[in-house]
């Protein structure tokens, strides 16, 4: 069984960032606490919303930073400090700009592929050994526009397979809390997101 202790879900706080692709942590996190009728509650010394989620054997935290993206670090630092979780007991989700709309992918450790979230995190921490689920958000196809594109709102059908994807990360989340990481990467790397007709 998977020992993840913390769900941290990456975006912007406030409602003029709400609906932009930079936010897919965030809708992860917001999803997956309605699974579970849990309701984020703002929570000032972990400098964002909490929930808890008791299951079974789970007993997995999640978190939505309220500090603005590049500062992410403080919030999960904040919590992970205080409840004594290790950098290999957190997944954090986050948009990424190396993969499509439609798919998502678990990842562990690494380097922080140019995401102020998740830089900010690794500093925080002090190790990147924690794991990510990155949200394909797709790419504007050149660097001087990546600002406005992530700021952006997602097209109508970018968003449905978004959504889509997002929904079977959370049953791969699941999967990942009652096995382990292969039997979730299995599932969720296998998934097609379907286009709406």
């Not at 849990?38 to 309220?66: I, N, V």
């Not at 830089?119 to 002090?126: E, N, P, T």
Request: with cysteine; hydrophobic share 40%.
């Amino acid at each position: 069984m998977s020992t993840i202790r913390l769900l941290v879900g990456l975006g912007n706080p406030g409602p003029e960032y709400s609906q932009t692709r930079h936010n897919a942590g965030f809708w992860l996190v917001e999803e997956f606490a309605r699974g579970y009728n849990l309701s984020m509650q703002p929570e000032t010394k972990f400098f964002g919303h909490t929930a808890r989620l008791q299951k079974g054997a789970w007993d997995l935290r999640l978190l939505e930073p309220m500090t603005f993206m590049n500062k992410s670090g403080k919030a999960v630092g904040a919590l992970a400090n205080f409840f004594k979780i290790k950098p290999e007991e957190i997944l954090v989700a986050y948009d990424e700009l190396d993969l499509p709309p439609g798919v998502a992918k678990f990842k562990t450790g690494g380097g922080s592929g140019g995401h102020n979230g998740i830089k900010d995190m690794i500093a925080a921490l002090g190790s990147p050994d924690f794991h990510r689920l990155r949200i394909g958000i797709g790419h504007p196809g050149h660097k001087s526009k990546v600002t406005g594109y992530v700021l952006g709102k997602a097209p109508a059908q970018d968003q449905h397979l978004m959504d889509d994807t997002i929904a079977q990360a959370c049953n791969s989340i699941e999967l990942l809390l009652d096995q382990d990481m292969r039997a979730a990467q299995q599932q969720l790397h296998s998934f097609k997101a379907q286009s709406e007709s």
